[in-house]
């Protein structure tokens, strides 16, 4: 019998992923909110907007910010993070540097569009959420990007051999009891050119076991885009019947 | 600091005459008991007790989580009152849409109070305090929560309850967040307890979400607080008021009130002023608020709330994960 993971799933099968647009109420241009597993977040984007210090104007193309809120609740454990926690200034800049490239900030010169994420609730992955629901509240928006950013994680088991000698492969997105056991990486690709923008990785792996795991992450990316693809189809589908009434 | 509106003092003499004639006419063109529309749901986090997110049109998005721990009674005789109001935490954190950014310092919903929206229940003011207050307060009947949240000799959960606000607004309607600390207590539940109730020794706890009992029993009385905002221009009450009838009333109160009754009758466990705009007159010239007045404000919240916490409740009992 093939192996199975403790949550059941296979080696190259994804959570449960649901993702909507146009969650929030609220004066945001943009907004979404993505559940993979019980990794849940919410994201608002605001912007094209005037920028709201004059260190942030850019004469030739717009300032991409992103602020990364974790919910006190969010974890097995009631944590407070801070603006300064480390872990929230890591995910800041990562997810900042990645929109950098992929938003299309010439078209925007001197405005700011601001990226706040809200993570409700850990369970693995929260990086590769983040940016999903980065994107899908950027498109939401109507912000001109260059293609869909993807994210997913990749684990390698590093104590499992088969009979052979030979590891096993790598495990496709990895959930919080996962990632706390196994090395893992948090991939991001652009669009369906299998091209990466964001790679992450926190843990120690043997160097040969390294492009195996990216090349699952990269399988994963593909399949999440797809995913989140259809769900734009068909946000923008009810949208447009809605505006035919 | 009443809360700001980008409306003009000529938009406002207009809304204050459209309040103040008889029978009122409201700019949404509501009845003057009727309240907005909200979308709730509840039980949506898997890692907390009990969750909930209500969002309103105007106020915005709120979110709220609640955590129960194991501690430990900090004396070992009967815990006092002040050590017992330390079993539940609020804490509200805002965070605006970008621009607009985090609380500017203001209370919510201008409720009196210094402090900022942003806050602990530890004597700063701001939603936190009221938050707790209604929730401390246990109805006519002498009940209280805080009998609930002992465990055994020794041993009690603590209460974290985070509210988080995404609001347009430094001031979004109490309504928001009361609704949805509502919708999230109501849909609490704690495990069960396997170990003896009288012996000192670590509690142990049953690993069956199916069997944990919930905070408040979904058949007794009194219910969760729930906090109204309600106005008065001229002679009208007005219900779940928008920012620019907050800003054209000339008086305003929150009731808190908690269900005492399967009919729907409620008791009032708390009262707070909540600051207007100029209302009518000048800046700074305030009329205050008279006694029949006072009774009719209170009045208007009892008689009508009962059925919104009444409805709040039933979805709530719907939505729950052992519905």
Redesign the interface.
Known sequence: MEGLRNDGRRWNELRRIHCQLST?????DGSSYIEQG?T?V?C????P??P?SRQKVKQDSATVSC?V?F????????I?RGRNDKKVQELQTAIQKTFSSIILTHLFSRSEI?I?V?I????GGTLAACINAATLALIDAGIPLKDYVCACTAGQSTSIFDNEGASPDPWLDVNYLEESDIPSLTVATVGDSEKIVALNMENKVRIEKLEAMIAVGISGCAKVRAIMDKEVRRHGKQKLEAQGE | MPPPTPLSPPELSYLYASLSLSPPIRLDLRTPTQFRPLVAECSFLPHCNGSARVCMAEAGECIVGIKAELEKDATTKYATVIEREKWIEVSVEVAGGGVSGPGSGVGIGGISGAGGATGRDEGDGGAAVWLKEGLLAGGAGGWSILDRLVISSGWHWKIYIDVLLLTPTSHPSPLLISAAVNMALDSTYLPKLTSPHDVDDIPTFSDDWAISAPLYEPTTFPRPPMSLPVVAVGDNVFLDPSVAEVAAAEAGLVVTLSLSDSQGNCDIVGIRSMEVGRGGGKEGDRKGINRTLLRQMVNACVKEAGEVIKGLGETTHKQMFRA
Do not use: I
């Open positions: 929030s109420s609220t004066n945001a019980f849940k919410l608002n984007v605001t912007g907007a005037e709201s602020e809120y919910a006190a609740f969010s974890g097995t454990d009631r407070k601001t706040s809200h409700l609730s850990q369970d």
